[in-house]
């Protein structure tokens, strides 16, 4: 098995191409502030759960770099409310990213609460 078929990743992953596609759109003067934050932590969730998997033989690593992809997501959901808030796009688009996100959220809880379910021993 590889971190490719965990769903956490595999959602997390979909996720951030999601916003990645969307923030094409924000305004220009967004590039280096809003655009460029919401891109990288939403990809950051994705890649640090390909890190913990590569951990999985260290539990506490495995958890901490869960966790760190669980703030990773947080913070994915606060750039969000900024580009709601900001009207870069609409309520439905924010509500339809929220269900993801939450649902990442929860994939991801799940592996730092059943860390053996994956492998760290």
Same mark, same amino acid.
Request: glycine fraction near 2%; hydrophobic fraction near 40%.
């Given at each position: 098995?590889?971190? #490719? ?5 595999k ?5 951030? @191409?999601? *916003? +990645? ?5 924000? =305004? ?6 809003? #655009?460029?934050? *919401?891109?990288?932590? $939403?990809?950051s969730? $994705?890649? &640090? *759960? ?9 539990p506490?690593? +495995?958890?901490?770099?869960? #966790? !760190?992809?669980?703030?990773? &997501?947080?913070?994915t +959901? #606060?750039w ?8 870069? *796009? ?5 509500? !339809?990213? +929220? ?11 799940? @592996?730092? &609460? &059943? =860390? ?6």
């Open positions: 098995m590889s971190f #490719t078929d965990l769903l956490a990743f959602k997390s992953f979909s996720l951030a @191409m999601k *916003i +990645f596609e969307l923030s094409k759109s924000f =305004p220009k003067d967004e590039k280096y502030s809003l #655009t460029d934050q *919401i891109r990288r932590f $939403s990809r969730v $994705s890649a &640090n *759960i390909s890190e913990a998997y590569r951990k999985r033989g260290y506490k690593h +495995f958890v901490s770099k869960l #966790t !760190d992809s669980d703030a990773e &997501n947080s913070e +959901f #606060t969000l409310l900024f580009a709601l808030e900001s009207k870069y *796009i609409d309520k439905l688009k924010f509500e !339809d990213l +929220f269900k993801e996100n939450l649902e990442v959220g929860r994939l991801i809880n799940y @592996m730092i &609460n &059943n =860390p053996r379910k994956f492998g760290a021993i």
